[in-house]
């Protein structure tokens, strides 16, 4: 059974609520959505910081490292007190502290296929935040196995890169996109990263999540978007679904 908006909550979120895309329908899908955050880096935590505060009522934070002082330009749910503590740890007091409607759940280890099946099962979104190649792949396959909307996001350098499929006959999927584009195989720790620019890719993560929770708008569905902040420019390409791809092919 889903839960409705208090009559405190409707105060709360009034600013949302007063516009009529979100309105109290769309404010209750946020209380209600259950949001799985693979990765709680500088992309994860303004993915998470963004979604709490607007009100989306459950969020589980996976990722088994601990904060470095590296981290601290970059991760805004950290600070000095923060480091060697674990992340999933220190973002959620951070988190509870910013807003107690959201039940905040940490998973502090690397999920094998297994385990992220099991995840992905229980969310309504998977917001993939990681920087590894082999772990946005595993994310991509969990996510089309059961049919879960996936929200990938990816920042290095001063490019920033998003990604959205929800998996179906015409859909592209994150390996479709991989086949026509050469994704970014170096860290940000050898080629270095802009702080502004993860939180710019962060937050257009949660605010496409939210728009598919809330069901309002039009979410870039199937679309790869760039975004250069060198010269501040946005492109958008439409990617075809590869008839051949081992992952989403046959669906
Ligand atoms: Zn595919």
Request: hydrophobic share 40%; charged share 15%; proline share 4%.
């Amino acid at each position: 059974m889903s839960d409705s908006l208090n009559n405190i909550q409707v105060m709360r979120y009034n600013r949302q609520i007063v516009l009529p895309q979100i309105d109290l329908d769309g404010q209750e899908r946020l209380l209600n959505a259950r949001v799985l955050v693979m990765g709680v880096g500088g992309l994860g935590c303004h993915v998470a910081q963004s979604l709490v505060a607007s009100g989306v009522g459950h969020i589980t934070l996976v990722d088994d490292d601990t904060v470095s002082v590296t981290n601290l330009p970059r991760q805004v749910l950290f600070n000095d007190a923060s480091v060697g503590q674990l992340k999933v740890d220190a973002a959620a007091t951070q988190l509870r502290h910013l807003n107690p409607d959201c039940q905040v759940t940490c998973y502090a280890r690397r999920p094998d296929t297994h385990q992220l099946d099991t995840l992905v099962q229980q969310h309504d979104i998977v917001l993939d935040c990681t920087d590894h190649k082999s772990a946005r792949e595993q994310i991509n396959q969990s996510c089309c196995t059961y049919t879960t909307t996936l929200v990938s996001g990816a920042a290095i350098r001063f490019e920033g890169q998003l990604f959205v499929s929800q998996f179906g006959p015409n859909m592209p999927c994150y390996h479709c996109l991989g086949l026509l584009f050469t994704d970014p195989q170096s860290s940000c720790t050898e080629s270095g990263i802009f702080s502004p620019v993860v939180a710019t890719i962060g937050l257009q993560q949660a605010l496409i999540a939210m728009q598919i929770l809330g069901q309002f708008g039009q979410p870039p569905l199937g679309k790869l978007i760039l975004f250069d902040a060198l010269s501040h420019q946005w492109q958008s390409f439409a990617v075809a679904k590869s008839a051949h791809c081992p992952v989403c092919g046959s669906i």
